[in-house]
């Protein structure tokens, strides 16, 4: 079967009205963002934050009449409400609407100018959501959230853990889950339980082997849908696994999800601290609170000797901290009972609470969480908004 077209998803999208402003979709500009792939399409719909939850039956509409087109497969529309000005993208070209760069890349994420994100966006009995992120991947962010998380359970708090991270999701093997989710008769899903914390992974609904073309727009309903049709039930704080890097794809993540703030996970490596000034300044871009950053692998103690060797040197993220003006929340060593106890599925926080190491991510996730309690009116709030051009 001939492959739908772009002009095909436009021309179908023209039956789809906006309710309150008394045009159709494609004219008033708010569609962006197009992907077909094999007869998958995906793209987005931009409206001004407010309107998000109402326009859920425009989004099912729009999606239902371009279903209907030949030769497509399946269809995944997203609300993105991260509308700069209500004329940002009229009158465009329907591909670049929502593309962050004219002519760029496909996914939704947008540069804009202070804060857009809406709190009801998120699951309406979480406090707090904050994101572990990281410039770039191997350097120990999911190892590092998930023993955050963890300290934050032990500390009596009640803790959701969503893993966001669509290039590798790894929190179902550090949490060492291996069930399914299960839809209830209701239709509402529950998040899965480990050692206390609330567990939900894009691992469970995006599969493994979808290409990454089209893990993008599907990633952005996915992170909806975790967000706001998992029954998380009340909780003090959400920590997101976020995806690594500086893409689309975490531009989008940063923006959709109401973030209290955001930790930046990094090993003492120049390069990785680089990447770690991208990751701040895209939460800064997007008004999202830094809270600190950690360095990871930070050093090394022999255990046969106890002499400390700084492999990748020392300190550097703290120094990085001091210069960007964000706090140094504290160093992780590089030790083999961290991997081990992770690749067991049994990290170190709940396998050997009273190591040094356990202690360490205890400590980062008391300063976290007092950041985001006591200090939350003075320092993170006032982030400076960073216009791009
Ligand atoms: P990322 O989420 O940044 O890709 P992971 O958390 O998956 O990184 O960690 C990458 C690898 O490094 C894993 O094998 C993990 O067990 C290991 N690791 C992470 N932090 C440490 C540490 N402090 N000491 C030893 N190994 C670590």
Known sequence: MAQVTEQQIIDALKEVQDPDRGADVVSLGMIGGIIIKDG??????????????????????AEKIVAELPGVLSVSAVLTADRASSDAAAGGS???????????????????????????????????????????????????AVNIALGLVAKGLRVG?????????????????????????????????????????????VPEDTPMIWRGPMVTSALQQMLREIEWGELDIMVVDMPPGTGDAQLTMAQQVPLAGAVIVSTPQDIALLDARKGLNMFRKVDVPVLGFIENMSYYVCPKCGDRADIFGHGGAKTEAEKLETEFLGEIPLDIAIRETSDQGRPIVISQPDSVHAAAYMEIANRIWEKLTVDSETSTRSAPKIVVQ
């Open 40 to 61: 998958n399409v995906g793209f987005a719909i931009e409206v001004d934050a407010e309107r998000g939850q109402q326009l859920e039956p425009l989004r099912k509409q």
């Open 94 to 144: 329907p591909g670049a609407a929502a593309g962050g760069s004219p002519g760029g890349s496909p996914g939704p994420a947008r540069q804009q100018t202070g804060p857009q994100r809406d709190a009801s966006m998120g699951p309406p009995g979480v406090k707090h959501i904050v994101a572990i992120a990281s410039g770039k991947g191997g350097v120990g962010k999911s190892t590092t």
């Open 161 to 205: 853990m969503l893993d966001a991270d669509i290039y590798g999701p790894s929190q179902p093997r550090l949490l060492g889950i291996k069930g399914k989710l299960e839809t209830s008769d209701s239709d509402t899903m529950e998040p899965l339980e480990s050692n206390g914390l609330k567990v939900m992974s894009i691992g469970f609904l």
